[in-house]
Each structure stands twice: as C-alpha cells, then as structure tokens.
C-alpha cells in the first residue's frame, strides 16, 4: 500500500507542479506582451495561449490542492451530521463529486481526441493545435477524480480523508500561533 500512496502522492504533485507551470506560462506571455508593446511589437495568438494556459493552471492543480485541504469546503449538512448520517452524506458527496469529475473527464478526452483525429485548430490569429489544452484539462479532472475517489477509499475504510487531516493541523497550527 506504501508504493500505491507514493505513486498516487507523485501523481498529485505532478499535476501541482504542471498548474504552477500554467501559471508562469500566464505571467511570461504577459510580460512579453508588455515587452513587446513597449517596443512596438505584437504577440500573435498570445490570448490564446494564455487562454490555454489559465485552463491548465486551473485544472491541473485540482487534485493536489484538495489533497492538501486548500479547497474550501461547505459543511451547512454535514457539519450538523452526527455518527452513521454523517458517514454516509460523506461518502455521498465524495461518490457525487468523484463521478461528475470523472464524466467531466471523459467528455474533455473525447474532445481532445476528436480534435486530434481532425487537426482541429483555434480560431484566432495563429492556428494553435487545440487537442493539447484540451488534453491537459481532460488530466487535470481525471486527477481530481482519482483524489476524490482516493480519499472515498479512505473514508470508507475508517480512515481520515486528507482534506479532514489538512483542516484538522491547519487548526492545530493556528492554535500553536496564538499561544
């Protein structure tokens, strides 16, 4: 189970490190946009890329943010659940959201497949290959439904899901702060 849950870790980094690098994308075509404004020069297909790239560093870090408790969640229910019902509006939710994101996967896959097999490109001033953000958002929801499924195998099986551990030392870091 060591091996599963370091591979499983690796992967959630991975998307991590792929969204930080979207988002450096964004932050280096803006600056040579800037750049090149400055110098008289234009950027063809630049908001496109970047439309690409806030794609990827939106999606591809889903799944290693929520493992890490940085998504925000919601308990209006389940914070007033107690036992069994809270248990099981638990493993509701997670089921739910691990089966829309894995729908939401499939579709953005076949998309991307589609748009491979007929060389589909955008449609703004530089015909980038569209198959590729597509690709990388079809990833990124396939990540966050591994993680959502991960931590539903988890739950199920007693344990604590991550995002429960991240909040729980997050509450302990902050008490150890104030005293």
Same mark, same amino acid.
């Given at each position: 189970?060591g091996?599963?849950?370091?591979?499983? *870790?690796g992967?959630?980094?991975?998307g991590?490190i792929?969204?930080a690098?979207?988002?450096a994308?964004i932050?280096?075509i803006?600056?040579?946009?800037v750049?090149?404004?400055y110098?008289g020069?234009?950027?063809?297909?630049a908001d496109d890329?970047t439309?690409?790239?806030v794609?990827?560093?939106?999606?591809?870090p889903?799944?290693?943010?929520?493992?890490?408790?940085a998504?925000?969640?919601?308990d209006?229910?389940?914070?007033?659940?107690k036992?069994?019902?809270s248990?099981a509006?638990?493993?509701?939710a997670?089921t739910?959201?691990?089966?829309l994101?894995?729908?939401?996967a499939?579709s953005?896959?076949d998309?991307?497949?589609d748009s491979?097999?007929?060389? *589909?490109?955008a449609q703004?001033t530089?015909?980038?290959?569209l198959?590729y953000p597509q690709?990388a958002?079809?990833?990124g929801c396939?990540?966050f439904?591994?993680?959502?499924?991960? *931590?539903?195998?988890v739950?199920?099986?007693?344990?604590?899901?991550?995002y429960r551990?991240?909040?729980?030392?997050s509450a302990l870091?902050?008490a150890?702060e104030?005293?």
């Amino acid at each position: 189970m060591g091996a599963l849950r370091r591979g499983l *870790d690796g992967l959630y980094l991975l998307g991590g490190i792929a969204g930080a690098v979207s988002l450096a994308a964004i932050g280096g075509i803006i600056a040579a946009q800037v750049v090149g404004r400055y110098l008289g020069l234009t950027l063809a297909g630049a908001d496109d890329l970047t439309a690409f790239a806030v794609a990827g560093s939106a999606l591809l870090p889903l799944a290693y943010a929520f493992r890490h408790g940085a998504h925000i969640r919601v308990d209006l229910i389940i914070g007033h659940l107690k036992g069994t019902p809270s248990f099981a509006m638990e493993a509701i939710a997670l089921t739910l959201t691990a089966a829309l994101c894995a729908m939401l996967a499939y579709s953005m896959a076949d998309l991307a497949y589609d748009s491979w097999q007929f060389e *589909d490109v955008a449609q703004g001033t530089v015909p980038w290959i569209l198959w590729y953000p597509q690709a990388a958002v079809a990833a990124g929801c396939a990540l966050f439904a591994i993680a959502l499924l991960d *931590d539903l195998v988890v739950h199920l099986t007693g344990g604590t899901p991550s995002y429960r551990r991240a909040a729980e030392q997050s509450a302990l870091q902050r008490a150890a702060e104030e005293l």
